[in-house]
């Protein structure tokens, strides 16, 4: 039995006007920030940690059906494309269910 569902969406960043790292964070901070605010996701930079230009984002979700993760996912995406400091360049996206009764452990 299913008993909601784990939405992943992983996206490749290009920062075209990108001068140093410091400047990447910054604004990797106000993305992540916004993210986390606007839809309720957590979200971490996982690659490219010491390129100027470049960055991979991945974050999950939590929801109740597949149908409304994958809404959410799209929504998510759609925000991240209409951003004007960066171009997303690569996405991959995954809902996973999570099981009932028999996931969780007796003490």
Known sequence: MECGHVGILTVDLHLPVGSSLKAKRKELLR???????????????????????????????VSRTAGESDDRLSEISRFLHADEVF??????????PVEGESAWIAP
């Open 31 to 61: 993305v992540k920030s916004a993210l986390g605010r606007r839809f309720a996701c957590a979200v971490a930079e996982v690659d490219h940690h010491d390129l100027w230009q470049r960055s991979r984002l991945t974050l999950a979700l």
């Open 87 to 96: 171009q997303v360049v690569g996405e991959a996206r995954e809902v996973v």
